[in-house]
Nanobody, 115 residues
Framework: QVQLVESGGGLVQPGGALRLSCAAS????????MGWHRQAPGKQRELVAV???????RYADSVKDRFTISRDNAENTVDLHMNSLKPEDTAVYYC?????????WGKGTRVTVST
């Protein structure tokens, strides 16, 4: 079983920055795709950034050049560095991983971008 625990969410002003972290256990490896999705109130969950199983990264157009995804040396954590935050970035951010063809999700961490 895979367990994912997010941290780092909070309240930030527009133009500010936050770093979200996801700690993973239970079978994560370098071959596991890992990344972040988010869900804003009244919206569907959407992909934000991901490390694919082959090590490449993909970003949503709405966050490209503002957000950066990274993994640690053990490849069992994944961070999301968010810069130049906008009110429309307000959402619950969820860590996810794909292990043995199964998708796993964290409980989410809330990010609010507001004056």
């Amino acid at each position: 079983q895979v367990q994912l625990v997010e941290s780092g969410g909070g309240l930030v002003q527009p133009g500010g920055a936050l770093r979200l972290s996801c700690a993973a256990s239970g079978g994560i490896s370098g071959s596991s795709a890992m990344g972040w999705h988010r869900q804003a109130p009244g919206k569907q969950r959407e992909l934000v950034a991901v490390f694919t199983s082959d090590g490449n990264t993909r970003y949503a157009d709405s966050v490209k050049d503002r957000f950066t995804i990274s993994r640690d040396n053990a490849e069992n954590t994944v961070d999301l560095h968010m810069n130049s935050l906008k009110p429309e970035d307000t959402a619950v951010y969820y860590c996810y991983a794909v292990v043995r063809h199964m998708a796993y999700w964290g409980k989410g961490t809330r990010v609010t971008v507001s004056t």
